[in-house]
């Protein structure tokens, strides 16, 4: 279906993804977790803002890497519209076959 290579650069790409994806909103969480007891430990005004303000952030950060491995397909469909590739198949199509094989595993 696709070229070789390109199989082997994107089954890398899907595990990566794949880790991100779980890993990090799990880690962010946790430290959201020890943001907020440290809230609710905290006396100070000052400190509780500032951490309120982080745990937002982080939030937000979560959210986001969330969303990356939901996007690169979106990308590379993309990419694929506007640069003509040489390939047998479109990068999507690719990381489609390249997606299935890998949850079929």
């Given at each position: 279906m696709c070229n070789s290579d390109m199989k082997m650069v994107l089954s890398i790409i899907v595990q990566v993804l794949d880790v991100i994806h779980f890993f990090v909103p799990v880690v962010l969480i946790l430290l959201c977790t020890v943001d907020v007891f440290?809230?609710?430990?905290?006396?100070?005004?000052?400190?509780?803002?500032?951490l309120r303000n982080g745990i937002l952030w982080k939030i937000i950060y979560s959210i986001i890497i969330f969303l990356i491995p939901y996007l690169i397909p979106f990308l590379l469909g993309a990419v694929d519209k506007i640069l003509p590739m040489d390939y047998d198949d479109s990068w999507y199509e690719c990381y489609n076959s390249v997606k299935t094989s890998q949850e079929n595993k």
């Amino acid at each position: 279906m696709c070229n070789s290579d390109m199989k082997m650069v994107l089954s890398i790409i899907v595990q990566v993804l794949d880790v991100i994806h779980f890993f990090v909103p799990v880690v962010l969480i946790l430290l959201c977790t020890v943001d907020v007891f440290k809230i609710v430990v905290s006396k100070k005004e000052e400190d509780i803002k500032k951490l309120r303000n982080g745990i937002l952030w982080k939030i937000i950060y979560s959210i986001i890497i969330f969303l990356i491995p939901y996007l690169i397909p979106f990308l590379l469909g993309a990419v694929d519209k506007i640069l003509p590739m040489d390939y047998d198949d479109s990068w999507y199509e690719c990381y489609n076959s390249v997606k299935t094989s890998q949850e079929n595993k």
